[in-house]
């Protein structure tokens, strides 16, 4: 019932802006009950938390992102975003958006996942 699909372009020039977008649909994502998160992974590497827009437009990032990532929501179009500027070569990945559900408590609370887009920063 509830889908989560990532959009974007799949290709991102060093030092430009990589902008993502992901569409719920089944759910709103303005129901008090759940967050809305940014998760990638690197080739051969582990997943990495981004960030979280909550139902009410509050933002957390990860430290190590914080100075380059904003996450939005546009509640007319219920979908979220992801922004991250001054890409290099590292930001390399498969970005996935994913519901966090506050009456699930652990890893368990990422209960609804995109299926992931390709996103590869090069020349």
């Known amino acids: 019932q509830v889908q989560l699909q990532e959009s974007g372009p799949g290709l991102v020039k060093p030092s430009q802006t990589l902008s993502l977008a992901c569409t719920v649909s089944g759910e709103s994502i303005t129901n008090g009950n759940y967050a809305w998160s940014w998760i990638r992974q690197p080739p051969g590497k582990g997943l990495e938390w981004m960030g979280v827009?909550?139902?009410?437009?509050?933002?957390a990032y990860s430290p190590s992102l914080k100075s380059r990532t904003s996450i939005s929501s546009d509640t007319s179009k219920n979908m979220f975003s992801l922004q991250l500027s001054s890409v290099t070569p590292e930001d390399t990945a498969v970005y996935y958006c994913a519901r966090i559900s506050y009456w699930i408590a652990g890893p368990g609370m990422y209960n609804y996942w995109g299926q992931g887009t390709q996103v590869t920063v090069s020349s």
């Open positions: 827009i909550t139902s009410s437009g509050s933002t």
